[in-house]
């Protein structure tokens, strides 16, 4: 059975850091993208951040852009978001997701690429 489950959502001040943690477990062998996404309050769902685990090779939104940094652990398949200079605006719930077996470049626009969610973690991020 595949499975997500995401941690490290917290409150925090702007300007400072937290990190997210996605721990993928019961997947099968073979290149697919990883994908963090959010949900602030009375917004729709958003992509943030995308990796393809074939090289590693990230994609951002332009919002989080040289805040946050997408990485994973190929050992524990543990998806981690770095966030960096956090602002009132990342307030959100972060949602970890994966598509199935993928070749090219991870989409960050078209969600329903991605077929499998977690139940997310919250971050509150106050001025």
């Known amino acids: 059975q595949m499975y997500l489950v995401e941690s490290g959502g917290a409150s925090a001040q702007a300007g400072g850091r937290l990190t997210l943690a996605c721990v993928a477990s019961g997947f099968p062998a073979g290149n697919r993208c990883m994908a963090w996404f959010r949900q602030g309050p009375g917004k729709a769902r958003e992509g943030v951040a995308a990796l393809y685990t074939r090289d590693g090779s990230p994609k951002y939104s332009d919002s989080v852009e040289g805040r946050f940094t997408i990485s994973r652990d190929k050992d524990t398949n543990t998806l981690y978001l770095q966030m960096d200079d956090l602002r009132p605006e990342d307030t959100a719930m972060y949602y970890c997701?994966?598509?199935?077996?993928?070749?090219?470049?991870?989409?960050?626009?078209?969600?329903?690429?991605?077929?499998?969610w977690g139940r997310g973690t919250l971050v509150a991020v106050s001025s």
């Open positions: 997701a994966t598509t199935g077996l993928w070749v090219g470049a991870c989409p960050l626009i078209n969600e329903y690429e991605y077929n499998l």
